[in-house]
């Protein structure tokens, strides 16, 4: 059915602009003469005291499935201007579907979004912006990142639809430097001299929320990975720590990144009733590995950076004043596996030349590049057998293979964010994820549900907290 604009089908007047579809200009106005009783049919053919105009028609009563409001017979179940009763009229831009003022909301939200007495309904995928840094997501107000809430008189989120705040919470420590390679002289060596200068790998920056790394630094004899930054939020995983060479024949690889927490280090106990909720934590970034030391002046491959470390889940809070049916996916999960790669060391080799000098740590991973979180992997410098330009020295009679440098470490997962449900009906017959990174529940967010009546069926629930509370 055609819907007017107010409850007597008139809208205002139109100084000679067209009139919407399904309704005629009467005089200064645009008119549905389908129900209104002062231009029924067609325009000033007013209904006697009594009649109702309905369908066109001046009669005594409304058709079937057709209300009377103010004589005007209408369809409540889709007019906007008489949603589910006489006189209820939709907010702009709100349609009216089978009674109640709806609203359809999809794509990239956040911050509060607010819809007194109408039916929000959430399809396809509805994400999450990634925390900022500095927005207060525990206000969540209009606009913010890292969280979304949702205020209704009913919420619907259907079958096959998504909220995803996985990884929309707290970055990400950026991945240490790499090591370069470093060699030194044995005590009987005939070649003198220390290190061949080379580049030390840099760390990675971290996302928003997030701390940079360390360099890898060198000194005579040992090449060591930078330290992994520590990852953003109140309980950011902790970088993967410095190591040190480990013999001749190779090197140590990186720390790893801690995972970072929901309310404690790695971790989550928050059982508490209230409101409150957290953002997931960051991991840390992985430290850069470290090359050994090598006696007789043969080629040391750099090591490989750290890995970034992940982002933490962000917060979802539903909060209905009638109903809320979670049929779809709801996830606030930590990422494992979203942040930078750590870059690979060099061998060293110089092109055209028989030299090949100690060789290059890797860069460490950027949490803002895609990638897998990994360390970068470690180069084996070559042989350089005969006489070597660079050191002018000649170390052919020492049988002393090629050294690697150690991966990098990988990067920690993220924590999971919290979930808020709130409505005196709850259904839930869809999936709420808010594990750690990595499918972890210890370091998943807690998920609070305040409910009236029945608790509702939790066995979608997937968290290392579950508060069922009452109302």
Request: glycine content about 26%; overall charge negative.
């Amino acid at each position: 059915m055609l819907v007017a604009a107010c409850a007597d089908s008139t809208t205002g007047p139109v100084d000679g602009a067209d009139c919407p579809p399904g309704t005629q200009r009467c005089g200064g106005a645009c008119v549905n003469t389908y129900e209104n009783v002062l231009h029924c049919g067609t325009c000033d053919r007013a209904c006697e005291p009594g009649e109702v105009c309905n369908e066109g028609r001046c009669q005594t009563v409304c058709s079937p499935g057709l209300t009377d409001c103010d004589r005007s017979c209408v369809d409540i179940t889709s007019d906007e201007a008489n949603c589910g009763r006489c006189g209820n009229v939709c907010a702009t831009g709100v349609g009216c579907a089978e009674g109640f003022c709806e609203v359809r909301l999809t794509g990239v939200l956040g911050g509060r979004l607010s819809y007194p007495g109408a039916r929000v309904v959430l399809e396809g995928t509805v994400s999450v912006p990634a925390w900022n840094g500095t927005d207060d997501v525990t206000s969540c107000d209009g606009g913010e990142t890292g969280c979304l809430r949702v205020e209704a008189a009913r919420i619907v989120l259907p079958a096959g639809a998504t909220i995803d705040a996985a990884g929309s919470g707290a970055g990400g420590g950026g991945g240490g430097g790499g090591g370069p390679g470093c060699s030194r002289p044995a005590r009987s060596d005939p070649c003198t001299g220390a290190c061949v200068s080379c580049r030390v790998g840099t760390g990675g920056a971290g996302h928003a929320g997030g701390a940079a790394a360390s360099a890898g630094r060198t000194a005579l004899g040992t090449s060591i990975g930078g330290t992994g930054g520590r990852g953003g939020g109140a309980f950011g995983g902790a970088g993967g720590a410095e190591v040190s060479r480990s013999g001749n024949d190779g090197a140590a690889n990186g720390n790893v990144g801690r995972p970072g927490g929901y309310d404690t280090p790695e971790g989550n106990t928050d059982r508490s009733t209230d409101d409150t909720l957290r953002l997931g934590s960051g991991g840390g970034g992985g430290g850069g590995g470290a090359s050994s030391s090598e006696h007789f002046y043969d080629s040391v491959g750099g090591s490989g950076g750290g890995g970034a470390g992940n982002r933490g889940g962000g917060i979802v809070m539903l909060v209905a004043t009638e109903s809320l049916v979670l049929a779809g996916t709801l996830t606030t999960a930590g990422r494992a596996d979203a942040a930078g790669d750590g870059g690979a060391g060099t061998d060293g080799a110089v092109s055209g030349s028989t030299c090949d000098l100690e060789g290059s740590g890797g860069d460490g991973g950027s949490a803002d590049s895609a990638g897998s979180s990994a360390g970068g992997r470690g180069v084996a410098g070559a042989f350089a057998a005969g006489w070597n330009d660079c050191i002018e020295r000649q170390c052919e009679d020492y049988d002393s293979g090629p050294v690697a440098g150690g991966h990098g470490g990988d990067g920690g997962a993220g924590a999971g964010g919290g979930v808020l449900l709130r409505a005196p009906l709850v259904e839930l017959a869809g999936t709420i994820d808010a594990r750690g990174g990595g499918g972890v529940p210890a370091n998943g967010g807690t998920v609070k549900v305040f409910h009236g009546g029945t608790a509702p069926d939790t066995a979608g629930v997937l968290a290392p907290q579950l508060v069922l509370v009452p109302e």
